[in-house]
């Protein structure tokens, strides 16, 4: 199964359009979302083309492939205008492997939920990376949006046996076999 994992939109229009070119050349599966869709967030500045809205249209577009997590931005209200539903969590075997999805805020490598899993992957930090730590494997996919910390617009890409870490122009930044 190949699955698109993708972080922190903020209500940028113009990076939901990009996902959604992502999706159109990756076909995957499955389309993980791991929160913070629509709101910019009080701390964040305005993303590129902000159009909370439009992003919900986009994304519905999408609704039969997507899994989605709630983020810290996400709201009740956003959930009205969305033709898909928010998970706290999401623990679910992608070729043979546990994973764990999740927003970031509560849970990440440095506060590990009781679940079992293989691969842990959360957004919030806006910081793309792959790194192993006491035989799991811990990502996050960046943020398509607003990246930090001199980053880039990222997502990771779940084939066979690999997490890939890439930029939205498909450049790979990161792999790690699992």
Same mark, same amino acid.
Not at 27 to 52: C, I
Not at 83 to 104: A, D
Not at 130 to 136: H, S
């Given at each position: 199964?190949?699955?698109?994992?993708?972080?922190?939109?903020?209500?940028?229009? !113009?990076?939901?359009?990009?996902?959604? +070119? @992502?999706? #159109?050349?990756?076909?995957?599966?499955?389309? *993980?979302?791991? &929160?913070?869709?629509?709101?910019?967030?009080?701390?964040?500045?305005?993303?590129?083309? !902000?159009?909370?809205?439009?992003?919900? +249209? @986009?994304? #519905?577009?999408?609704?039969?492939?997507?899994? *989605?997590?709630? &983020?810290?931005?996400?709201?009740?209200?956003?959930?009205?205008?969305?033709?898909?539903?928010?998970?706290?969590?999401?623990?679910?075997? @992608?070729?043979?492997?546990?994973?764990?999805?999740?927003?970031?805020?509560?849970?990440?490598?440095?506060?590990?939920?009781?679940?079992?899993?293989?691969?842990?992957?959360?957004?919030?930090?806006?910081?793309?990376? @792959?790194?192993?730590?006491?035989?799991?494997?811990?990502?996050?996919?960046?943020?398509?949006?607003?990246?930090?910390?001199?980053?880039?617009?990222?997502?990771?890409?779940?084939?066979?046996?690999?997490?890939?870490?890439?930029?939205?122009?498909?450049?790979?930044?990161?792999?790690?076999?699992?």
């Amino acid at each position: 199964m190949k699955v698109v994992v993708a972080s922190d939109i903020h209500g940028s229009s !113009y990076y939901a359009e990009r996902l959604k +070119e @992502i999706v #159109n050349l990756e076909n995957p599966e499955k389309v *993980v979302l791991l &929160g913070d869709l629509y709101y910019h967030g009080p701390r964040n500045d305005l993303t590129q083309e !902000y159009a909370p809205m439009k992003v919900a +249209e @986009i994304l #519905n577009e999408m609704k039969e492939k997507l899994l *989605v997590v709630k &983020g810290n931005c996400d709201a009740e209200v956003d959930e009205m205008i969305s033709e898909f539903k928010f998970e706290e969590n999401i623990l679910t075997n @992608i070729n043979g492997k546990n994973f764990y999805f999740t927003h970031g805020h509560k849970y990440n490598m440095d506060n590990i939920p009781y679940e079992d899993f293989d691969v842990m992957i959360y957004g919030h930090f806006h910081v793309g990376f @792959i790194e192993k730590k006491d035989e799991l494997i811990f990502a996050n996919p960046g943020s398509l949006s607003l990246p930090k910390a001199n980053s880039t617009h990222s997502y990771i890409l779940i084939d066979e046996n690999n997490l890939i870490l890439k930029d939205v122009d498909g450049n790979i930044l990161g792999k790690c076999e699992f």
